[in-house]
DNA sequence: ACTAAACAGGATCATATCGGTCCTATTTGC
DNA sequence: GCAAATAGGACCGATATGATCCTGTTTAGT
């Protein structure tokens, strides 16, 4: 299925979010609510956040969460290596020499050449595109045409 | 992490084995000693491949697995699809209606989109980039002008 | 015809990761 | 000082993955 995580999946919902109101800041309760997610989750999920300084937390009474960056700024790919760590299709395209297989050494190179296709395709997509809503084919298309 | 399970990192381990001698047909057995891999689970996986036309079986004595389709033809993409099933980042990308967020709707054509473009990567490789030894960047520079 | 090699198709089981929750600081506005 | 919020871990239950095994069915060779 190759999928992401759920977790990163609601994780790109609550960035979405901040996205469509990039001036303001929301506290983890609001968010959850917003979203209709458990609000445990979420703040566990904007503390990975904040930690990957995606966003930025004000602590404290009246506190909450804002964008570190403009949405057009910050892609999903961010948003995955931070709630995933880094997108590696294999433990072997990390980099460590994992492979005592010295058959699938040949292959090593190839898989890090793939997961770089996938980490750039991921790349092209910023919050800002996750806010505006798809009408007609605009993102596809030039998503498509970037490929 | 986004990373492809290990059987699928396996599968694309047997396929690239029988893509450096093509003609040739191999059975479980060989397969899974040439590889350093568990014959159980081998042979596991070349059933998956056979249910999906990737590779053909002659049963009976003698019998074994080839290619079904030259090197060049077979993408990495459907291995993947092979072992683990429509590639989709996401529940939501599948096109099936579990969306009970609506706002998560708005980004479920985003999704979709992004999922299309890792798989016009992952389709980009063929198991006869896999076997070609990576000397210089020949692959992964054609690859990135690709993108 | 019989036997052994080899694939087909499930069923099963342990384990690791994921998803979700909770508890205890620490900070800060009122 | 109190209440609102974040910070940082620790902690389980469910789920899926990885690996194995068992029982057919097919076929080559003797």
Redesign the interface.
């Known amino acids: 299925?190759?999928?992401?995580s759920k977790l990163t999946?609601y994780a790109?919902?609550v960035m979405?979010?901040l996205a469509r109101e990039p001036e303001r800041s929301m506290s983890a309760q609001q968010l959850a609510q917003?979203?209709?997610l458990p609000l445990p989750t979420v703040a566990q999920l904007l503390k990975r956040l904040t930690r990957a300084e995606l966003v930025h937390s004000v602590r404290g009474a009246g506190g909450g969460y804002g964008l570190a960056r403009l949405p057009q700024a910050i892609s999903?790919a961010e948003v995955?290596v931070a709630i995933?760590?880094?997108?590696?299709?294999?433990?072997?395209a990390l980099g460590e020499g994992n492979c005592?297989?010295e058959?699938?050494c040949?292959?090593r190179?190839?898989w890090?050449?793939?997961s770089?296709?996938?980490r750039?395709?991921?790349e092209?997509?910023r919050l800002s595109?996750?806010?505006a809503?798809?009408h007609g084919v605009p993102?596809?298309m030039s998503?498509?045409r970037?490929?």
Request: one cysteine or more; hydrophobic letters at 50%.
């Open positions: 299925m190759l999928r992401i999946d790109t919902g979405t979010r917003d979203l209709g999903v995955i995933e760590g880094p997108v590696a299709l294999t433990e072997c005592t297989l058959t699938s040949a292959t190179a190839n890090q050449v793939i770089q296709a996938v750039v395709a991921l092209s997509v595109d996750m806010v809503p798809p993102v596809s998503m498509a970037r490929l």
